[in-house]
């Protein structure tokens, strides 16, 4: 079992800048960033492979966001620039054993999530 823990949310003005971290317990296949806002589904944000070589975006944040890892330390990383007051959710980092990255919520292992909140 491995317990992934997210930090780095919190409150800015639309156009600046926040960057999450997930750290895992463990090692992990393919890792990804969901989000939720109020009333809303959980949506996909991005994803990456076991070594970070692959990487793949929602169309939404392709070209603000960056995701990475670091897989000496088992963390993840999402990079946030140029956001949007449609970016206001609550982030959750998902990680799967498998080496696939899937852009639905069918992983093995979620985080307790983190606010995110972009102001006008």
């Known amino acids: 079992q491995v317990q992934l823990v997210e930090s780095g949310g919190g409150g800015v003005q639309a156009g600046g800048s926040l960057r999450l971290s997930c750290a895992a317990s463990?090692?992990?296949?393919?890792m990804g960033w969901f989000r939720q806002a109020p009333g809303k589904e959980r949506e996909f944000v991005c994803g990456?492979?076991?070594?970070?070589?692959?990487?793949y975006y929602a169309d939404s944040v392709r070209g603000r966001f960056t995701i990475s890892r670091d897989n000496a330390k088992n963390t993840m990383y999402l990079q946030m620039n140029i956001l949007k007051t449609e970016d206001t959710a609550v982030y959750y980092c998902?990680?799967?054993?498998?080496?696939?990255?899937?852009?639905?919520?069918?992983?093995?292992?979620w985080g307790q999530g983190t606010q995110v909140t972009v102001s006008s």
């Open positions: 998902a990680a799967r054993e498998s080496e696939v990255v899937i852009t639905y919520p069918g992983y093995d292992y």
């Open positions: 463990g090692r992990t296949g393919t």
């Open positions: 990456i492979n076991s070594n970070g070589g692959w990487t």
